[in-house]
């Protein structure tokens, strides 16, 4: 079984930049793909970013390309999303998730990925 913790949340305003950290525990995060999703309130819960294990592939939301990166370093467990020019679009419940690598194929689906943190909350004011 493998947990996962976010961190990293906060507020700020717009044009600002946040880094959240997502830490694995229970399971190495090598050979699993991992991916951010956020839930704005009164909204479902959406695709934001996903880095294969396999080659680094990534791919990215319509909403955040160009302003958010995804990245891991799998020797500390970690990976990372790199959020940069943030609108008050963005306020959301950021969450990892990770599922085992099977392919080079980016999954950007919540139900390919079983393991998912609790979330940490980015509030991004005007």
């Known amino acids: 079984q493998m947990q996962l913790v976010e961190s990293g949340g906060g507020l700020v305003q717009a044009g600002e930049s946040l880094r959240l950290s997502c830490v694995t525990s229970?399971?190495?995060?090598?050979?699993?793909?991992m991916a951010w999703f956020r839930q704005a309130p009164g909204k479902e819960r959406e695709f934001v970013a996903a880095m294969s294990w396999g080659f680094g592939r990534t791919s990215y939301g319509d909403s955040v390309k160009g302003r958010f990166t995804i990245s891991r370093d799998n020797a500390k467990n970690t990976g990372f999303l790199q959020m940069d020019s943030l609108k008050p679009d963005d306020t959301a419940i950021y969450y990892c998730?990770?599922?085992?690598?099977?392919?080079?194929?980016?999954?950007?689906?919540?139900?390919?990925?079983?393991?998912w943190g609790q979330g940490t909350q980015v509030t991004v004011s005007s």
């Open positions: 229970g399971r190495t995060l090598s050979r699993y793909d």
């Open positions: 998730a990770a599922r085992p690598y099977t392919s080079t194929i980016v999954r950007t689906s919540q139900p390919d990925y079983p393991y």
